[in-house]
């Protein structure tokens, strides 16, 4: 045969069943693993809500909403406003922060680079509690120890520090949700930045764009549906913010509880149902700005 | 005139050294180089966008060799055709004219104008998406002289288009270019492009003019 006297040896040519088999198993398998974890994750939800009307008749639900009774709570009111305006304001400062970062870092070989990377991680690999106790500490320290009072009006405490303004106080909240959302939004910001094209910015600058035009012009249009991805990611991890806001912000009722820390309180107290209920409230919500910035995301692109 | 004198530069691994070439005011360069010998750097560096190690580059009476690439006043066709994939044909062209504070109208008028010329009138109020390389091009040639630039540079602009519609832009490129008066430096690895389109021919090997008028 002509193959004997090419030289080469024979292998194992593919075999129909084989390859029939092979195939079949992949889409089954693949398909079983996706449809698996859908499954769980809706079973999550679903199981929250069970647990509720569990107790009582499923006409409960209509009559004597546990939810509707939680939203009478003052303090539950307290807490979810609260989430809602520091989760927005920590996403927004995210990303004023992780678009610049990013920005700067597309493309760039420097010695370091990898040591500037592992940096930028630390908040995402870093124990939360961890992050929390660090803040704590830095906060004992100059300048946010020095008096800041001759710099604002209207202050009559000489002694005022940002340790005072910030430590168990509502910017407490916000500067530990800003702290873990910005790595996260960081590394949405890198991914979507890599994918854009320089030369677009750079055809910009030979028509007439300095810098700043170029940028706002024809790089943030581009990674503009990044941004919408790098808010959502950034305010859904400041909602589920939980173990530094133990230690660097407190739990105290209508002052620096959220949502998270209320779950946290009602457990602690041997109320699973309030906790149940205040974690529906908070998928609720986040399934809501989830649809809102998905939606809203669409519109931009088909702009 | 475009006039380099022995440009360096180096970059990382790559480098090119003491490249010098002028081109008359009015007249279509063709410079001519096989893929990957730096021509693209090159045309980048005469943009502004990419920095020199040494030498002067000088369009018309002006040493534009440390100015911005928005104050050189070039009209700048990358090899892909790099629109703006965000804005719609007509905004393309229009862009140049929006960041120079041109009226309404007078950008309107510019846009028709271009547009007729490049034949691309049908096409203004389409996305990016879906052209042809041959529409793409014209599109790219029409926002890069949409701000009547002297001076025209053009990277490869013809190895994105089929063999039928390269013909055509050949005619319209030079059409363009002695309508509007730019002077024009073409960089290609097409002998073919270079014979019909230039004035003046360089080599990059060995960057001796070897056809024209000089």
């Known amino acids: ?81 609260l989430s809602m305006l520091s989760c927005t304001l920590s996403a927004f400062l995210a990303v004023a922060v992780a678009v610049p970062i990013a920005y700067i870092l597309k493309g760039k070989t ?12 630390i908040p995402i ?13 830095l906060f004992q320290f100059p300048p946010f120890t020095l008096s800041i009072a001759k710099w604002l009006p209207f202050v009559d405490d000489p002694n005022l520090t ?3 303004l910030v430590v168990y106080q509502i910017p407490a909240v916000i500067v530990a949700q800003f702290t873990v959302a910005t790595a996260f939004a960081i590394a949405t910001m890198k991914a979507t930045f890599e994918q854009t094209d320089s030369r677009m910015e750079e055809v ?19 990674v503009a549906p990044g941004i919408i991805t790098a808010w959502t990611l ?17 739990t105290t009722r209508n002052k620096t509880e959220v949502l998270s820390t209320t779950v946290f309180l009602e457990i602690s107290i041997g109320n699973l149902e309030g906790a149940v209920v205040v974690s529906l409230i908070m998928i609720l919500l986040s399934v809501l700005v989830l649809v809102v910035t998905r939606v809203w995301g669409k519109m931009e692109l088909s702009l | 005139m475009i006039d380099l004198q022995n440009l360096c530069i180096s970059q990382g691994d790559f480098s090119f050294q003491d490249i010098s070439l002028t081109i008359p005011t009015g007249s279509y360069g063709v410079l001519m180089g096989p893929t990957g010998c730096g021509k693209t750097s090159m045309l980048e560096a005469v943009c502004g966008l990419r920095d020199l190690s040494s030498g002067r580059i000088r369009l018309g009476e002006k040493d534009v060799s440390n100015l911005p690439p928005a104050c050189r006043g070039i009209g700048y066709v990358p090899q892909d055709g790099t629109l703006f994939g965000f804005l719609s044909v007509r905004e393309n062209l229009a862009f ?13 008028r510019r846009v028709e104008e271009l547009s007729s010329l490049l034949e691309i009138s049908h096409l203004l109020d389409r996305t990016t998406k879906g052209l042809s390389g041959g529409e793409r091009q014209r599109i790219t040639l029409g926002r890069s002289l949409a701000f009547q630039p002297q001076f025209l540079l053009l990277d490869e602009p013809l190895s994105a288009t089929d063999e039928s519609t390269r013909s055509g832009l050949c005619d319209l490129l030079k059409k363009v270019q002695q309508e509007m008066g730019v002077t024009a430096l073409h960089v290609t690895h097409s002998p073919s492009e270079a014979e019909r389109l230039a004035d003046v021919i360089f080599n990059f090997n060995n960057l001796s003019s070897i056809k024209g008028s000089m």
């Open chain 2, 96 to 108: 140049a004219l929006h960041l120079r504070r041109w009226k309404a109208a007078e950008v309107n």
């Open chain 1, 125 to 137: 690999v870093l124990p939360p509690l961890v992050i929390g106790l660090s803040l704590l500490i």
């Open chain 1, 1 to 81: 045969m002509s193959e004997h006297q090419s030289g080469w040896p024979h292998g194992k040519e593919p075999s129909l069943w084989r390859v029939t088999l092979s195939d079949r198993t992949i889409k089954v398998g693949f398909l079983t693993i996706s449809v698996a974890y859908l499954i769980l994750i809706l079973l999550l939800v679903g199981a929250d809500l069970a647990y509720l009307v569990s107790d009582s008749h499923w006409g409960g639900i209509f009559s004597d909403n546990p939810i509707a009774k939680a939203l009478q709570q003052e303090e539950i009111r307290y807490s979810i406003m």
């Open chain 1, 204 to 222: 910009a600058l030979t028509l007439g764009c300095n810098r700043l035009q170029a940028f706002s012009r024809v790089v943030l249009p581009q």
């Open chain 1, 162 to 164: 940002l340790n005072a």
């Open chain 1, 110 to 121: 420097f010695p370091g680079r990898a040591l500037v990377d592992s940096i930028l991680d």
């Open chain 1, 234 to 250: 950034a305010w859904a991890r400041s909602l589920g913010e939980f173990g530094p806001l133990l230690v660097f912000a407190g």
